[in-house]
């Protein structure tokens, strides 16, 4: 018997061989993202949540410029695509306007912490009702890996060809602490998603943030420290591994807000 | 007849959006507009009817949450002035590549920069021919009274739905800040949501529904070919906007050899100024453009081809609509501009000299 992939598929895919599926809720589009970007991984378990949790009919997402700017086709839901930085803004008025949905911004570093860092604060400063992930790749992916506010230092970059220089370029900036200290904000974590371990985290984290939003409690935000193997101009292992060695060092993972109050000392 | 009431436009601008049946208005404040955000939050609308009033963190936000908002299919507005509406300009193109209907209203002050708070006139080209990046036209509704400033809301509002096109009202500083007697309308209920789905559940993002295409709002296309016909699609709109939605009034135009051109708050001052003429004997009429865009182009050329003797444009700035006044007109007669700038306004008397001088004797 020739084993063509046909064949292969007829005798391994039975339902009873099946150990998972792909959720409904991510388009069968081929993803724009780099083979072992972290975007793909992050647009999965929040999907799966929101397939989980019975939302399919009652999400709003909004999709912002970056990487992640064709979200939307992605992500089975209705969406909305914004400017660059002001998914916020979109969210804050889509969330008062139908305060029954469950509305979620999905933004880069660049577009949340710099050009969009305003709507940012705004937004979490009025406590709006919304879930915010925060995909923290340290760069600008999208232009062609610029320096971003988290770029950590000595990190090179396109614009910080001799790594970033902090008296010159400033300090990285950790939007998340600084959103938690923000009394509009209710849930408030670092995840990760370089491995099986953190995958299950970040998840879990993610489906707080979502509850919180469902009882009404104020702004959830979750950032999830990835990677951009293009950018940083390294094989996937490699800026996996760069990741956990230094990444994680400036930005340490785990709850930081959990029912509004600060768990963690903010340094 | 509807409530009687003395008003700022501003304030008769406010009480339309409620009366309108808004869903959300989302504002930053700037003079000479702040009233319309004053009077919302002392109105407390979101008791009144359910609308939602938000001070946003700046006109940036505001025209973002205007995005979001529409996109939801629902009744959303701004309203800002000059300083204010440029800054709004990315989320403005956004919303017209999008194909999202919302109001937007700018109390013209002077500029250019921080400029001053006394009226203007001088956002006329930022409002008819672009003031954003790319291809798209806005809806531009000129009020000229108190009167216009709530009746051209709920107007606006219909043409932003039925065109899916940002609608924008063009007013200053002296519509905006004088009072006069307005006759209010009667209040538009809000939609319910049922209502929204139905009405818009197509195209806005209301949340899937079991069975239908689910909705994306975006202006994005990287497919050259597509992103061509997408132009062109919307150009096909805006063509039909053309042939009708072209709005104008005529006063003292049947016998008239001379034509004043003016919208808005010159159009008040040149009013005058026609009664000051005609007293002495000069056939002078006003063409008031109540849409800056679609322009009344066919307008003037049948004054044109009726042997019009001469137009003289007035305009709070330094000559911006005298631009489509000569598209129209050609070389086929004699077109001139007068007008103040930086919040000088011009008399009546001022535009009688000019028209004698510049027109008649020139
Ligand atoms: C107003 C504006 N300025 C600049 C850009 C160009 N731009 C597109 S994406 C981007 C940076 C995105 O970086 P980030 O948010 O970190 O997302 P990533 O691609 O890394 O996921 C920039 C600067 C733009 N689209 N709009
Ligand atoms: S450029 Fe970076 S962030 Fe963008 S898809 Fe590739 S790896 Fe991911
Ligand atoms: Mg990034």
Not at chain 1, 152 to 170: A, H, K
Not at chain 2, 35 to 45: F, N, S, T
Not at chain 2, 175 to 190: A, N, T, W
Request: proline residues 5%.
């Amino acid at each position: 018997m020739e084993l063509t992939a046909d064949k292969i598929k007829e005798l391994v895919v039975k339902p009873e061989n099946k150990v998972y599926t792909k959720t409904p809720l991510l388009t069968d589009k081929t993803l724009s993202y780099c083979p072992g970007c972290g975007h793909g991984v992050a647009h999965r378990i929040l999907m799966e949540l929101v397939e989980e949790m019975g939302l399919e009919n009652d999400t709003i997402g909004i999709a912002p410029v970056g990487c992640s700017v064709l979200a939307y086709e992605f992500m089975n839901v209705d969406m909305q695509e914004a400017a660059h930085g002001r998914a916020p803004a979109l969210a804050t008025a889509i969330k008062r306007l139908w305060p029954n949905k469950f509305v979620f911004s999905y933004q880069g570093d660049g577009d949340l912490a710099a050009i969009g860092g305003n709507e940012t604060l705004h937004t979490c400063n009025r406590g709006e009702n919304i879930t915010i992930i925060f995909i923290n790749n340290g760069i600008y992916g999208m232009t062609g890996g610029q320096m971003a506010p988290t770029t950590i230092p000595g990190m090179r970059t396109s614009t910080s060809p001799y790594g970033r220089d902090v008296q010159m370029m400033g300090y990285p900036l950790k939007m998340t602490e600084i959103v938690a200290m923000l009394p509009g904000t209710y849930y408030v974590s670092r995840q990760a998603v370089y491995s099986a371990k953190h995958v299950r985290k970040a998840k879990k984290a993610i489906k707080k943030a979502i509850e919180a939003q469902l009882e009404g409690k104020g702004t959830s935000f979750v950032e999830i420290v990835s990677n951009c193997n293009s950018g940083w101009k390294m094989t996937p292992v490699k800026a996996n591994q760069w990741l956990e060695e230094n990444m994680l060092d400036y930005y340490h993972l785990g709850d930081i807000k959990v029912d509004g109050k600060l768990v963690k000392e903010i340094v | 007849m509807g409530e009687l009431r003395l008003m700022k436009g501003n304030e008769a601008f406010a009480e339309a959006v409620i009366r309108a049946g808004a869903d959300g208005y989302f504002g930053y404040p700037i003079t000479p507009q702040s009233e319309v955000i004053e009077y919302l939050m002392a109105e407390k609308p979101y008791e009144r009817t359910g609308m939602v009033v938000l001070q946003a963190e700046s006109e940036l936000a505001a025209i973002n949450m205007l995005y979001g908002g529409a996109g939801t299919g629902k009744k959303v507005v701004t309203s800002s002035s000059s300083p204010g509406i440029s800054l709004m300009m990315e989320g403005i193109s956004y919303m017209a590549g999008a194909e999202l209907p919302c109001v937007l209203m700018n109390v013209q002050r002077g500029g250019p920069g921080l400029g001053t708070i006394q009226p203007s006139q001088s956002d006329y080209f930022q409002a008819t021919k672009g003031g954003g990046h790319g291809d798209y036209r806005l809806l531009v509704l000129a009020p000229a009274s108190v009167q216009e400033m709530s009746d051209f809301v709920p107007l606006a509002f219909d043409l932003a739905f039925k065109y899916r096109n940002p609608v924008m009202i063009l007013s200053d500083g002296v519509i905006g800040q004088m009072m006069e007697k307005v006759e209010l309308f009667d209040s538009i209920p809000r939609w319910t949501d049922e209502e929204v789905i139905e009405k818009n559940g197509d195209w806005a993002t209301v949340g899937k529904r079991p069975g239908k295409e689910r909705n994306i709002i975006t202006s994005l296309d990287l497919d050259p070919y597509s992103m061509e016909k997408h132009n062109h699609d919307l150009f096909a709109k805006y063509q039909k906007m053309e042939e009708e939605e072209v709005r104008w009034e005529e006063i003292n135009t049947e016998d008239a050899e001379y034509f004043i051109v003016a919208y808005g708050s010159a159009s008040r001052i040149s009013q005058k100024a026609i009664e000051l003429a005609r007293a002495e004997g000069i056939k002078v009429g006003l063409i008031r453009p109540i849409t800056l865009y679609p322009y009344p182009y066919k307008v003037l050329q049948e004054k044109v081809e009726k042997g019009a003797k001469g137009f003289l444009t007035v305009e709070l700035n330094m000559g911006q609509m005298i631009e489509d006044v000569k598209l129209a007109v050609k070389d086929n007669s004699k077109v001139e501009f007068f007008g103040h700038v930086g919040g000088v306004i011009p008399t009546p008397e001022e535009v009688v000299e000019a028209l004698k001088t510049k027109i008649i004797g020139g």
